[in-house]
């Protein structure tokens, strides 16, 4: 199995990655910009010292036509060791009169003619006279009639120099840096993929059954959310797993009673302990206990079907009060003994659109709830209304009502209020889940409302 990387592993890879490549374009950035910077201040403080400088001939010549070489050549190096640049002055043949750094004793007329008297920039080696490639501003002077040059140059590398001293305390300031925010998404990324860790920890657990467990409260937002929803799937799968519990305990129950009661009957009518006077009696309690299993086999069935998306109701016209009335009669003698009321049904004929078979097991399931809770001498009251939408039924009993706690949870499968598991301890808590999934294949829809004391109601709604 291919185990794969790390969240922790991939978030510290990608994170050292985009800082890397962070690191790696602002140095470029930085490279690019100050060789830029140190060409233009370089070549704005060359012309303006060129120009300073052929001002500064130029009046010398002026005020000593025989003693300025002296007083310009000190100039020139006094300017050389200020803005780290070295300068020539030739005359218009190229002659060097006077020079700085490395010695030129002449240059070429022709790398001459580009300079003018507002100076002028290039980038050469004057036509072999340096040595290497530099930065030069010419600027062209007159004095006592001749022609003039003042040259300031810079040799390419001392730019390099220069970019390479930043580029090093860059280099230096990054590998520092790096190694410290490494160092902190390290330790973010063990923090932020630790809440992971716990939470597949738990869920191994969950998953194994144990579901018990829950987790904390996080200070991230999305680990908060993903710990509420996680803790509240929990809760659902151990409310679950305790009514698949109960059902099978009452399944089991449900089962076995009527099979024993079956069983002991016929091996009562078998073997003659049963007299003959008694046996169309018995018979019918078998007869009750088979359509017994036969209601609870029908209700899984059909939970199975509904939960597959297989049962597919086959619509015909009916009338509404059809499977009432032969619910009613089925359950005659439990009515009979509590003394119940039956009200509403005297109305004229309401009509439905629907599967009669799957309708009268809602009406069954809801009229059963109502029986089994209703007050003894209470009544039982039945409501129709028809509109443009649908044609609504309501089932309304008196008795002690529901809690408001307990109205979300009727419709859930395998739910059994706590009056259901005490007095009344048999059925299964399947019965409303399978009228709600009736009702909403139909396209319908099923609510339930409840004042405690006094009344609960059903009503669901069947569209036209």
Not at 340 to 352: A, N, P, Q
Not at 414 to 442: C, M, P, W
Request: glycine residues 8%.
């Amino acid at each position: 199995m291919n185990k794969g990387k790390s969240i922790f592993s991939r978030y510290f890879a990608i994170s050292s990655a985009v800082i890397l490549v962070s690191f790696i374009c602002l140095g470029t950035v930085l490279l690019l910009v100050s060789s830029r910077y140190y060409l233009d201040e370089k070549k704005s403080l060359m012309l303006k010292d060129a120009k300073a400088l052929a001002l500064y001939t130029q009046d010398k010549m002026l005020e000593a036509p025989d003693g300025w070489k002296a007083d310009v050549s000190e100039e020139l190096k006094t300017y050389a060791i200020g803005s780290n640049a070295d300068y020539i002055l030739c005359s218009e043949d190229g002659y060097v009169i006077a020079a700085t750094g490395v010695p030129v004793e002449q240059v070429e007329h022709s790398q001459l003619t580009d300079f003018d008297e507002k100076g002028r920039y290039t980038y050469s080696d004057l036509g072999g006279a340096f040595e290497e490639t530099c930065h030069i501003m010419g600027v062209r002077f007159t004095a006592n009639g001749p022609r003039y040059y003042i040259l300031s140059y810079a040799a390419r590398s001392v730019q390099d120099n220069y970019t390479g001293s930043i580029m090093q305390i860059f280099l230096i300031s990054t590998v520092t840096v790096m190694l410290v925010v490494l160092v902190l998404v390290y330790f973010m990324s063990m923090r932020l993929s630790a809440p992971i860790k716990e939470i597949a920890d738990i869920s191994k657990k969950l998953g194994e059954g144990d579901f018990s467990v829950t987790l904390p409260e996080y200070s991230t937002l999305e680990f908060n959310q993903l710990s509420a929803a996680f803790n509240e799937m929990a809760a659902n799968l151990k409310s679950y797993d305790t009514m698949r519990n109960s059902f099978l305990a009452n399944v089991s129950h449900e089962l076995r009673t009527p099979m024993t009661s079956i069983g002991g009957f016929v091996d009562g009518l078998l073997d003659g302990t049963i007299p003959r006077s008694k046996e169309k009696y018995y018979l019918r309690i078998i007869s009750s206990e088979v359509a017994r299993l036969t209601r609870l086999v029908k209700s899984m069935l059909n939970l199975a079907k509904i939960e597959a998306g297989e049962l597919e109701p086959n619509k015909t016209f009916f009338s509404a009060l059809e499977p009432i009335v032969d619910t009613l009669v089925t359950f005659e003698p439990r009515i009979d003994e509590k003394h119940i009321e039956i009200k509403g049904l005297d109305v004229d004929r309401v009509t439905l659109y629907a599967d009669i078979d799957l309708i009268h097991q809602v009406m069954y399931n809801l009229i059963e709830n109502a029986i089994k809770f209703v007050n003894e001498g209470g009544y039982i009251e039945f409501g129709f209304e028809q509109s443009a939408e649908g044609t609504s039924v309501s089932i309304r009993n008196s008795g002690e009502g529901l809690a408001e706690d307990e109205l979300p949870l009727v419709f859930d499968r395998f739910y059994k209020t706590d009056k259901s598991r005490g007095i009344h301890a048999q059925g299964l808590g399947l019965g409303l889940n399978i009228a709600r999934s009736i009702v909403e294949i139909h396209g319908g829809r099923i609510m339930v409302k409840s004042i405690k004391g006094e009344y609960t109601e059903f009503t669901f709604t069947i569209p036209n």
